[in-house]
């Protein structure tokens, strides 16, 4: 037996182990009916036989955007749409990192990363997607598959009535509709791809509506009812359950239920809409915290279920058939927490996995989509004094526009939270007035979401800094998730954060790339703040099956007077090896000087704050370690960072080696130097620094 597939069973094996007996029979069921499906398998030499839709006077397009929608859109947002819109009219378009120059006439089974194809014709089920040498990189096939960039060229013909930007659209959907019949392919093979791709039809078919020949590219094209219908008829059959059930299920559900109620043109559409919506409102108060952050302690994912609820919640009550108070009020917390996470910049934590999934695209694609989520939030619920100002954007001028009136939803937060308990979030700040900001974010929470926690990282008691939302402490990110096992394990392994290592150990034990053997399990014990010092502590137990068993606990300061941040790491029982590693923004330029580090970055080259400036800062290293700097290694990997699925750059990072003694406190000190200033201490390595605007 070859090792790689001794390392398959051996995956399968683990994975069966953190399922319930209901999930290992569901499990069986769905095996069961994938197998009785493959008769169902539609060809493509058959597309033109299969199916039956509905006489077409029955079929109508009544989910339809009030009149003078585009002109709420402002200019601004409107002129980038249209850039972008051109942009993809030449081909071009940038995917998880890599520009595709290919999108005229799209190959929606190639792999630009490593020159794969897909399958195309096999029976969806027969095809492991987590095989990259089977699939090429699979996050590149499906993205485009999301069909995500057709809803932005519908969002300008909307706006602009440019018969080219419609046109590409209907012949880039009856390309894929003829390409990818029923099970057929690769893009069968995962309900989350599915739901997400019903939303763009649904969004598609609406922005083009007074577009003339849309009903014939639609309700009177025998094969676009056939692919909507087997696309509700998957997700109707097949969804995620059990230790799988968290935001896959999300999507799966919100597609339904907008397929549903956008579509209502076959006789289990009213069935649909009430199961899905049902499964929804479940999942949503499932998924998340009642303070609204996400349960998979993933700010990425939490933006993700956001977004796919307040779609699906719009949808309903567009079609008369509202979400229930407690999921509105859900969904408002979702975003009136993620106001609260933001820091200055408007940039959430980098917590946990992030691929960067959107559930819509009406405007020009951007890095960070907290600013819209926020925008559709205020038109939807109403903005709170103390949420960062947003602008109002297309995506929150349209999806507004189908809601119609603001909600009043009641018991939201007054004044801007700083602690989530729930969670084990704690945000450390000082206030607007003390420009530029500091931001520290304290990991004190659960690992994740499930038995598999499949998007936690082993990221317990870490702290993220940023001064003026420039990463100084960063969170490494994600980067990858198939096909690249060492770098996948190094993103979410625990010397990639800025906490504490044992013994060459993660703190939870990794299964595999979306697998959490044992969750370390973390308490915040103590947490004040009385206005010049916010402190926060915490403690966790992930290396108590070490032997003979330790316990990390740790201690974060913010004097806002002195404008430092003071870290104390306390190991409680064995003595082990210990590692400290602290990473930088990729902005950030580190000298090691014994056991200090002298940190210094220039001002954002695309300022989006008042605070706009370089700056610098002085850290004091516990000196019981022995130090190294470190940027872009590999063997081992160390000094990385990665700004988004595909993409990894160089970073510093600095790393204390030696012996934990139980009782023996190690003690770290960030301090921020104001423009212009030196350190106060002379003899310190602040001391040398002085920055200039």
């Known amino acids: 037996m070859s090792a790689l597939r001794t390392e398959r069973l051996g995956w399968y094996a683990r994975r069966l182990a953190r399922m319930s007996p209901a999930e290992v029979a569901w499990r069986a069921r769905d095996q069961a009916l994938q197998l009785a499906w493959s008769r169902r398998q539609v060809r493509r030499e058959q597309i033109s036989a299969a199916g039956a839709p509905l006489p077409a006077g029955e079929r109508r397009f009544t989910a339809v955007l009030p009149p003078h929608t585009a002109a709420r859109v402002p200019a601004e947002a409107k002129a980038a749409v249209l850039s972008s819109a051109d942009q993809l009219l030449r081909g071009e378009w940038e995917v998880l990192g890599v520009l595709r120059t290919d999108l005229v006439r799209p190959d929606w089974f190639h792999d630009p990363v490593t020159g794969h194809r897909s399958p195309a014709d096999r029976y969806a089920f027969r095809i492991d997607h987590r095989r990259q040498e089977q699939t090429g990189n699979i996050k590149q096939i499906w993205e485009i598959s999301r069909l995500q960039h057709l809803t932005l060229l519908a969002t300008a013909w909307f706006l602009s009535r440019d018969q080219r930007y419609a046109q590409r659209v209907a012949g880039q959907l009856r390309s894929w509709w003829r390409e990818n019949p029923f099970l057929s392919g690769v893009h069968w093979t995962s309900g989350i791809e599915i739901g997400i791709r019903l939303i763009s039809l649904a969004w598609i078919r609406r922005l083009l509506d007074e577009w003339p ?125 993620g106001a609260a996470l933001l820091d200055e910049r408007l940039r959430p934590p980098r917590q946990g996995d992030d691929d960067e999934g959107r559930a819509l695209l009406l405007d020009a694609p951007v890095a960070n989509r907290w600013p819209s989520l926020l925008a559709l939030g205020g038109v939807l619920f109403g903005r709170l004094d103390w949420w960062p100002g947003t602008a109002p954007d297309a995506g929150s001028s349209i999806i507004g526009a189908l809601a119609g009136e603001t909600r009043d939803i009641a018991g939201r937060p007054p004044q801007r939270p700083w602690r989530f308990a729930d969670a084990g979030i704690t945000l450390l700040r000082t206030s607007g007035k003390q420009a530029p900001e500091i931001w520290c974010r304290c990991d004190g929470g659960p690992h994740g979401y499930l038995s598999i926690a499949a998007h936690a990282h082993a990221d317990a008691l870490s702290v993220e800094v940023r001064y003026g939302g420039v990463d100084v402490l960063a969170d490494p990110g994600t980067y990858c998730y198939h096909g690249e096992p060492a770098w996948r394990s190094y993103f979410r392994s625990t010397i990639a954060h800025n906490t504490v290592e044992l013994a060459g150990q993660n703190q939870s034990r990794e299964g595999g790339p979306f697998l959490w053997l044992r969750h370390a399990r973390s308490t915040e014990t103590e947490v004040a703040d009385d206005g010049s010092i916010a402190s926060w502590s915490a403690e966790h137990d992930g290396y108590l099956s070490l032997d003979p068993p330790a316990r990390h606990r740790r201690t974060v300061r913010l004097d806002r007077v002195s404008r430092a941040i003071d870290i104390i790491d306390e190991i409680q029982g064995g003595d082990h090896d210990v590692r400290i590693a602290f990473h930088f923004g990729p902005a950030v330029h580190a000298e090691l000087r014994d056991s200090s580090a002298v940190l210094s970055w220039p001002a954002p080259a695309r300022p989006s704050a008042p605070s706009s400036r370089p700056g610098a800062a002085w850290m004091e290293l516990s000196p019981e370690l022995q130090w190294s700097l470190h940027r872009g290694e590999t063997d081992p990997i160390l000094g990385w960072y990665s700004h988004g699925l595909g993409r990894r750059v160089p970073a510093c990072t600095v790393l204390g080696r030696g012996r934990a003694e139980p009782g023996r406190p190690l003690a770290t000190r960030l301090v921020f130097l104001e423009l212009g200033q030196f350190a106060q201490s002379s003899d310190s390595p602040a001391s040398r620094i002085m920055v200039h605007d």
């Open 213 to 337: 020949p849309v009903a014939d590219l639609f309700e009177h094209d025998r094969l676009a009812v056939q692919q909507i219908r087997w696309h509700q008829q998957y997700l109707a059959a097949f969804r995620s359950r059990g230790s799988s059930a968290n935001n896959h299920v999300i999507a799966e559900a919100a597609g339904q239920l907008v397929g549903s109620c956008a579509f209502p043109w076959f006789g289990e559409s009213e069935h649909w809409r009430r199961k899905s919506g049902h499964l929804l409102e479940r999942e949503l108060l499932n998924n998340t915290f009642p303070s609204g952050i996400g349960r998979e302690l993933a700010s990425g994912y939490q933006y993700f279920v956001a977004e796919l609820g307040l779609l699906a919640a719009v949808e309903a009550e567009a079609k008369g058939c509202p979400l229930s108070s407690a999921a509105w009020g859900r969904l408002c917390a979702m975003v009136d927490s």
